[in-house]
């Protein structure tokens, strides 16, 4: 059974406190806001420390709850709304320690995602919960992308964060040191619809404006893009991460590389 | 040449108030911001209201801005932050006329997108923005749906809300009315990377939480689905659509149908 401890003032300020990056090195907690997101957390290998929800929701999991091994705190939803970042999750917040930053490569008949200077909270969120769908659970983020720990990216990814992994570093030095093949999201790239791709390696997407740096376009070895009319730029990150992953999915499948579709 | 009026507090409280549907239904008008997004109208066949811009921007768009027949006002950049909705898109600010609600439908060899019930502003945009890269260039909403003319909206197309045409109206007479066949994208239908589509159709996208409603649902011919490992319940809404659009561009391109992509 758990705890019938009051939300305080204090672990008001804590939760709210983790909003900085800074806060959250220190404290080595981070935030996970609403019943979607924390129930996948509590399903998780994350280390719990301290759940606060309203009486509703602690009720409706019981039995998710009754093992825990952390503090729980009951509030209202107006207290959670006001803890929290987001006005409509306000049934539970989770606090739970970050995890190391361990590094992380594509095995064999594997392939891995590469992050350049991904900035926005919501696309990093979004490219997590992507991955996830297609089965890629281990990406590589230049040490200039968004923090996976910021509120807003945790929100995007929908509970997707607890199944994929991420690994923050100095790209050109992984690059250089470990064996690709490397394929490059470009605007002048080899048609994805065609092009045959290897069983294992990364694909590379970059920055929301700029694009893949050219330090990094260098060490790619295909370069490759998502085929439209041409009144478009550019597709908006998530969703360029989107479209190649789902080709990848495709040949992959017909190699029987992959687990089939649950189709 | 233009004219050098200076914004006026009457006409920043006129940008402001067109933040209301009820407002830009009455005025017939709705705001545009930021450079591209700006440029993008001026180039279109979209009615020019007024423009509100910087002494830069108007400096580095001359040609564009000699030839308007319209109100030109020249503002500060924290005077365009302040009557805008995004404190980035600071140097340009339209206002334009609101388009006539215009019945369209798929034509012969074309398809066209149905919307159910999408609520949130950032997913009409990014689809409109997806839409215009695969060459949709009909769309028809449910008038549940979120207002085109919204700010964020059009902000989130990047532009592409002056290539792409919706038209809002009864979904449900529509279907009953207009020949498909109607593609219904669902969680449990057939796996769109084996799916041969047909020449011209409707491709049907539903609510960001509950899908396509049980009567739009009844009214449709195939259910496609977009195959995964099966980790996560959906795909944002924006995503779903370019996925979709991504392999139905590649099968009407095998076919023939469509132009060669610009590779």
Known sequence: MYLNMMLTKARTSL????????????????????????????????????????????????????????????????????????????????????????????GAG????????????????TIIRVCDWYGISKMIASTSCVDLYN????AATMGSFTR???????????????????YGAFLDGDNIHTIKFKSRGYIV??????????????????RITIPGTGHM?????GIATAVVLDNLYRTKRDKRHCPPSRL
Not at 209 to 222: K, M, N, P, V
Not at 233 to 237: C, K, P, V, Y
């Open 15 to 106: 939760i709210k406190s983790l909003k900085l990056k800074k806060i959250r090195i220190q404290e080595e907690l981070f935030v996970i806001e609403g019943a979607k997101n924390v129930i996948e957390l509590l399903k998780s290998n994350f280390l719990l420390h301290s759940l606060y929800a309203t009486t509703t929701f602690l009720d409706a999991n019981r039995k998710l709850v009754k093992s825990l091994n952390a503090e729980i705190f009951t509030a209202t939803d107006t207290q959670l709304a006001a803890a929290g970042n987001f006005r409509t999750n306000n049934s539970v917040i989770a606090l739970a320690k970050i995890k190391e930053n361990k590094p992380l490569s594509a």
């Open 110 to 125: 594997e392939f891995a995602l590469i992050l350049d200077d991904i900035r926005d909270p919501g696309n990093l969120g």
């Open 151 to 154: 509120p807003k990216v945790i």
């Open 164 to 182: 994929v992994n991420l690994f923050y570093t100095n790209l050109k030095a992984f690059m250089e040191n470990k064996n690709g093949p490397y």
């Open 205 to 222: 997407i970059g920055n929301e404006s700029t694009g893949i740096s050219r330090e990094i376009s260098a060490l790619t070895d295909y």
């Open 233 to 237: 730029e550019s597709l908006n990150a």
